[in-house]
């Protein structure tokens, strides 16, 4: 189901649900890669567009 709101939307299919790819994040860094739980689709978003637009970055590294 997708959700017209949602901050993250999959460039590839569309999806609305991610996950945060494992890796170092610098205070410079402004991107964070996230793959789709959809289609397996891994690209990078802005940080801020993940963090306080709908979508939440919870201790799990998972984008709800």
């Known amino acids: 189901m997708s959700n017209s709101d949602a ?3 999959c460039l590839k299919c569309g999806a609305t649900a991610a996950l945060l790819m494992p ?5 410079e860094e402004t991107d ?6 959809e289609c397996a689709n ?19 590294s998972s984008l709800e």
């Open 23 to 27: 890796e170092p994040i610098t205070p």
């Open 32 to 37: 964070v890669a996230v793959k789709c739980l």
């Open 7 to 9: 901050a993250y939307r």
């Open 42 to 60: 891994v690209q990078r978003v802005p940080r801020n567009l993940l963090e306080g637009a709908g979508g939440r970055l919870d201790s799990n």
